[in-house]
């Protein structure tokens, strides 16, 4: 295992374990705010201007822009032919397009 | 492969963790579709159609699912346990979790 692939290990086991909690967070809020159906209303009732899901889902998107880049690099390599600097450099620009995407949506709800 | 019910628990891990991360982008930009708040309740009209709601649930089971394998992963990994306690527990888990989310799901 090369240096490079070392951190990659560790950042995916970390990663994961911050993952872990905030999605047992996140499968009861769902199971909660689905009740009696969904409106963009009551998303942002309850997460505008609150600091607490703001930092919550914030670390969510890091941890999940990491751990999915990671993830999916791992897949790729395993499954097809595909590998080398075009790989790292495809699943880096994954990485950052989820980093990317997810803070917009934090902004936008809270 | 040391035994199928590892095997299968490692196929899960992989189709879930690829249906997440290609999900995670589409999510992610409905979200944002907040800043104009009649977009996106344009769209949460559109999840209350039951094949919608059906593919939701999907995607619940292979969030928990996910999870729970991921955690079976963290305890192989860090806990000197013996294995097929291991993956007796972690899938017993996996499963009955899996089952619950998506019974309260359709439940509710």
């Known amino acids: ?110 | 492969m040391r035994n199928q019910a590892s095997y299968w628990a490692f196929i899960v891990h992989r189709i879930s963790g690829l249906g997440l991360a290609l999900f995670l982008p589409f999510h992610f930009y409905v979200l944002s579709l907040a800043l104009e708040e009649a977009r996106l309740n344009n769209f949460l009209q559109w999840t209350d159609a039951p094949l919608v709601k059906l593919a939701e649930s999907g995607l619940v089971l292979l969030l928990a699912a996910h999870m729970a394998g991921g955690l079976r992963l963290l305890v192989l990994e860090f806990f000197p346990w013996h294995d097929w306690q291991k993956t007796v527990i972690a899938l017993g888990a996996a499963v009955a979790f899996a089952f619950g989310i998506l019974f309260l799901m359709r439940a509710i």
């Open chain 1, 1 to 110: 295992m090369s240096r490079a692939d070392l951190w990659l290990y560790v950042a995916q086991r970390v990663s994961a374990m911050i993952l872990a909690p905030l999605v047992i967070v996140h499968l009861l809020t769902i199971i909660y705010a689905i009740q009696g159906g969904l409106t963009a209303a009551e998303i942002l009732q309850r997460t505008q201007g609150s600091l607490l899901w703001g930092s919550l889902y914030g670390l969510f998107v890091v941890a999940v822009a990491v751990h999915g880049s990671i993830g999916l690099r791992a897949i790729i390599k395993e499954m097809s032919i595909w590998r080398g600097r075009s790989l790292d450099l495809a699943m880096g620009l994954f990485g950052l397009s989820l980093l990317y995407l997810g803070m917009r949506a934090v902004m936008a709800v809270v």
